[in-house]
């Protein structure tokens, strides 16, 4: 179970609105690797271009004063420069060590799609993983094995890097950029479908992750580590990633995802 997690948590932050890359920079191969299917978007998806989106964006941001004389955004295939600019003004200098090289956007778009899938493919991760081995307690042959609570220890500057987060600027450069982002999902093969619908169906799963306050056995039937609990190994991917990171963490990341469900969509009049 090598660890890659800390590859989701920029797309979690700018959309989960992008609310996943930093999530995607936590979650590591911890699972076995599998194909990522792609299933074809469900039929209430196909509806949306006759009935417009279910959770459409909100067209100003409350407290944020706007931006005048923007520049116009560049094609999505030209778009990786430019966005590193405003992620930089957010984070700080230091995330663009962290960021693929290209397609930046794309694979944020991607990530999220497939967080309550089985799987997440590398080759669309935002981000890379975190240094250090996945950690078990039990490695004494019995076949029998614990988490190590160790390992949550190496969110700490994760989950407090987006519990700072200033939300209403980042959902600023989310909205700013959802043309974009609203290119790529079509691109994934949603051409009636609406990002911001998906982003907002991502974080309601997610915060369905059941809360688990014990340690967590683990089997290792090959390589890899996977729970004992037939129910939370049938977890999503996305929802793993909420186990992985610990309950005291993960109880902090499903707040910080309830205040930006709020601010990703526009109050009904």
Known sequence: MHDRSSQWLIPLILTGAAAAALWYYWYQANTPTRPAAVPAPPPVVQELAATGPRYPLPQTMPGLSER?????????????????????????????????????????????????????????????????????????????????????QRYDFLVTL??????????????????????????????HGYFNDRAVEVIDHLLETPEVRESLELVRPHVLYEYADPQLEALSSGQKLLLRIGNEHALRVKQFLEELRVLIIEPAA
């Not at 778009?109 to 039990?138: F, K, M, Q, S, W």
């Not at 987060?165 to 982002?181: G, W």
């Open 162 to 191: 987006l519990g700072n987060a200033d939300l209403v600027a980042l959902v600023e450069v989310y909205r700013r950029f959802y043309p974009l982002f609203q290119d790529a999902y079509a691109g994934l093969g949603y051409p």
């Open 68 to 152: 005048e004389n923007l520049p116009a955004l560049p094609p999505l295939d030209q778009s990786d420069a430019y966005f590193r600019l405003d992620l930089v003004g957010l984070f700080g200098s230091g995330i663009t060590e962290l960021l693929v090289d290209t397609a930046v956007i794309e694979k944020i778009v991607a990530t999220i799609d497939n967080l309550p899938r089985d799987h997440v493919a590398e080759r669309i991760r935002p981000l890379g993983g975190v240094v250090g081995p996945y950690l078990a307690d039990g490695q004494d042959g019995s076949g029998q094995y614990t988490v190590n609570a160790a390992n949550h």
